[in-house]
């Protein structure tokens, strides 16, 4: 259980804070940068659940959900020696509920013919910009995982958001104006 009953303890005024170990790291230490990352994209989430419809927002709540475990997961670096206690790492069920998830809202959108350009409704706007976002902290972890040890459901996860997000997006404009389109070319006259 989390008991946080101060806010500020003045431990990073220096610029270094605190793994889940203890360690502690520069601010703009790689798995910061990663973790911090997902915590961006989880706000962003937030701010699209504010105009998203029902089955989207409990979507989207069990999502904001994982961002934590995933943000969990990155701040404790894999060591050769366990913990001393189960630490939270993302599992495979996590991004096949999201695999799911996806192909649920699939099944009520047209293909695609033509590329999408972000926007349509504010909900579908907001969730293009968590899924760039999204993309963004999976470089990051990739990143990481090339110097140091990641669970590979982490990762994993972090691809598999940015896609269920992309159609989130397109499911959230089925209650607006649509998609967008890009047109090829059209201003170059």
């Known amino acids: 259980m989390v008991v ?20 502690r790291v520069p601010k ?23 105009t998203a419809f029902a089955e989207l ?5 069990r999502i904001q959900n994982d961002m934590f475990d995933l943000g969990a997961d990155l701040c404790l670096p ?9 630490p939270l790492r993302m599992v495979e069920a996590q991004t096949t509920r999201l695999e799911h998830e996806i192909d649920q809202m699939n099944g ?7 590329f999408i350009l972000p926007g349509g409704t504010a909900c579908a706007a ?16 990739v990143a990481l995982a090339a110097k140091e040890p990641v669970n590979p459901f982490a990762i994993t996860y972090a691809n598999r958001l940015s896609d269920f997000l992309f159609v989130a997006a397109r499911f959230a404009n089925l209650k607006g104006p649509g998609d967008v389109l890009w047109t090829p ?4 006259k």
């Open 28 to 50: 703009n230490d790689l798995r910061i940068e990663a973790y911090g990352t997902v915590d961006e994209a989880n706000s962003v989430i937030g701010v699209a659940r504010l």
């Open 126 to 141: 907001h969730l293009h910009v968590a899924r760039t976002v999204c993309r963004r902290a999976e470089r990051l972890m």
């Open 185 to 188: 070319g059209a201003n170059r």
């Open 4 to 23: 946080l009953n101060r806010i500020y303890t003045k431990t990073g005024d220096k610029g270094d804070t605190a793994l889940g170990s203890g360690v």
């Open 108 to 114: 009520h959108l047209t293909p695609l013919r033509s």
């Open 57 to 61: 927002d409990g979507m989207l709540g």
């Open 78 to 86: 894999e060591t050769p020696e366990p913990p001393p206690y189960e």
